[in-house]
Nanobody, 122 residues
Framework: QVQLVESGGGLVQTGDSLRLSCAAS????????MAWFRQASGKEREFVAA????????LYADSVKGRFTIARDNAKKTVYLQMNSLKPEDTAVYYC???????????????WGQGTQVTVSS
């Protein structure tokens, strides 16, 4: 089993950067693909980015491609989401998930954190 705790969210202005972190507990962290999803108020949770267990494969939503970067440090049991050139439409609660394969579907991720709020003002 894996427990996930996100951090790093906050209130920023358009064009600013933030780095989210997701710290995992459990001995099997390196076995899992990890992903970031986000959920804006009144909307469904949507895929943002994912990374394979080794870090060798990544996947991004078109809306964040070129602006966001996902990375992981298996020794620290942490996955990161570097977010640059933030826009108001990036405002959402950001969740990290752990699953067995890189996927854009939230149903493929077995474990979830509690989320961290990102608010981008115009």
């Amino acid at each position: 089993q894996v427990q996930l705790v996100e951090s790093g969210g906050g209130l920023v202005q358009t064009g600013d950067s933030l780095r989210l972190s997701c710290a995992a507990s459990g001995r099997t962290f390196r076995s899992y693909a990890m992903a970031w999803f986000r959920q804006a108020s009144g909307k469904e949770r949507e895929f943002v980015a994912a990374i394979s267990w080794s870090g060798g494969s990544t996947l991004y939503a078109d809306s964040v491609k070129g602006r966001f970067t996902i990375a992981r440090d298996n020794a620290k049991k942490t996955v990161y989401l570097q977010m640059n050139s933030l826009k108001p439409e990036d405002t959402a609660v950001y969740y990290c998930g752990a699953g067995f394969g890189v996927s854009v579907s939230l149903y493929e991720y077995r474990y979830w954190g509690q989320g961290t709020q990102v608010t981008v003002s115009s």
